[in-house]
């Protein structure tokens, strides 16, 4: 594109040409949303992980939507994790909200409407300490056989057929009465 005067590029033509490149956005309109989160549904296989993530991409378009026009940027999605933990939710479900987020900015970002650098910036953005230890004996792979032995004799004894799926649960129901008698004796 040249200036009328003929001699090429100047100021002006350089400013037109800017101008009308497509620019990624920084604020994303809630048909940009939709698109990016369709994208990011029809990217998944499982119908679990498809029902997971469109409640935590319309949770999060819903607080996005509330707030005034806010960027979507790296803090933003840092204020979105605070709202997360004020609502007191475990540091597992925040971490799979700030997941599927994540992804939806990826996709935005291979749609063209938001920049990689800010899509970028989205998915360093840290979730929830998880806080506390594990304690007590955890159920091995090693200790499950003897588990479902006390629980269905029939796999102990290695017959074939199903085993009795209520004998399973209560084997299970009294192991958890027998935590609950030996934890009341420590407290």
């Given at each position: 594109m040249a200036s009328r005067d003929g001699g090429g590029w100047n100021e002006q033509t350089w400013q037109e040409s800017i101008s009308k490149t497509k620019r990624p956005k920084t604020k994303l309109g809630?048909?940009?949303?939709d698109h990016s989160k369709s994208a990011v549904l029809d990217s998944l296989r499982s119908p679990e992980s498809?029902?997971?993530y469109r409640h935590a991409i319309d949770e999060f378009i819903q607080w996005y939507c509330s707030e005034p026009r806010l960027s979507f940027n790296k803090t933003v999605v840092t204020r979105y994790c605070i709202f997360l933990e004020n609502r007191?939710?475990?540091a597992g479900s925040i971490s799979g909200r700030l997941g599927a987020v994540r992804r939806l900015a990826y996709e935005a970002a291979d749609a063209g409407l938001l920049s990689p650098e800010l899509a970028a910036g989205i998915r360093r953005v840290k979730g929830a300490k998880k806080l506390g230890v594990r304690?007590?004996?955890?159920?091995t792979a090693e200790g499950s056989p003897s588990l479902?032995?006390?629980?269905?004799?029939?796999y102990a004894q290695r017959k074939a057929g199903p085993c009795d799926s209520r004998r399973i649960a209560g084997a299970a129901d009294s192991a958890g009465a027998n935590w609950l008698i030996w934890a009341s004796r420590i407290l």
């Open positions: 809630l048909p940009d949303l498809k029902r997971g007191q939710l475990a304690l007590g004996n955890w159920l479902l032995a006390v629980a269905c004799p029939e």
